[in-house]
C-alpha cells in the first residue's frame, strides 16, 4: 500500500522558515517523480515544487521560485520542502505526490498524494 505521511508543518513568522518532509513507504520511492502541492483556505490546489526521480531537476512555482527548495533522499525514501522567507500567503495545507510527470507542473499528473501537514504563516 502507498504511503505518504507528511511532517514538519506549523506556525511561523512572517520571513521565517520551515522545513516538511514526506516519508514515503509501499512502493519503490526512487522510480517516481515527486511533487509538493498546497490548499490555501477557500482556495484549489496548487502546485507547488517537483522533482525528478533522480534528484538532478527540480521545478518551481513562480510564486515560490527562489524561496523554496525541494529535495529528495532516496535512500531514506524522503521528500522534503525547504521554505525560506515565508509570507502570508503561503498559509495552506501542503501535501506530497507521486507524479507521472516533474515537468509539467500539473495537478492531473498526481498519482497518489498524502494527508498533508498545515503551514501557518502569521506574526
Known amino acids: 500500500e502507498v504511503q505518504l505521511v507528511e511532517s514538519g508543518g506549523g506556525l511561523v513568522q512572517p520571513g521565517g522558515s520551515l522545513r516538511v518532509s514526506c516519508a514515503a513507504s509501499g512502493f519503490s520511492f526512487g522510480s517516481y517523480d515527486m511533487s509538493w502541492v498546497r490548499q490555501a483556505p477557500g482556495k484549489g490546489p496548487e502546485w507547488v515544487s517537483s522533482i525528478n526521480r533522480g534528484g538532478g531537476r527540480t521545478y518551481y512555482a513562480d510564486s515560490v521560485r527562489g524561496r523554496f527548495t525541494i529535495s529528495r533522499d532516496n535512500a531514506k525514501d524522503t521528500l522534503y520542502l525547504q521554505m525560506n522567507n515565508l509570507k502570508p500567503e503561503d498559509t495552506a495545507v501542503y501535501y506530497c505526490?507521486?507524479?507521472?510527470?516533474?515537468?509539467?507542473?500539473?495537478?492531473?499528473?498526481?498519482?497518489?498524494r498524502g494527508q498533508g501537514t498545515q503551514v501557518t504563516v502569521s506574526s
Open positions: 505526490a507521486t507524479v507521472t510527470s516533474a515537468t509539467t507542473g500539473q495537478l492531473s499528473d498526481v498519482i497518489h
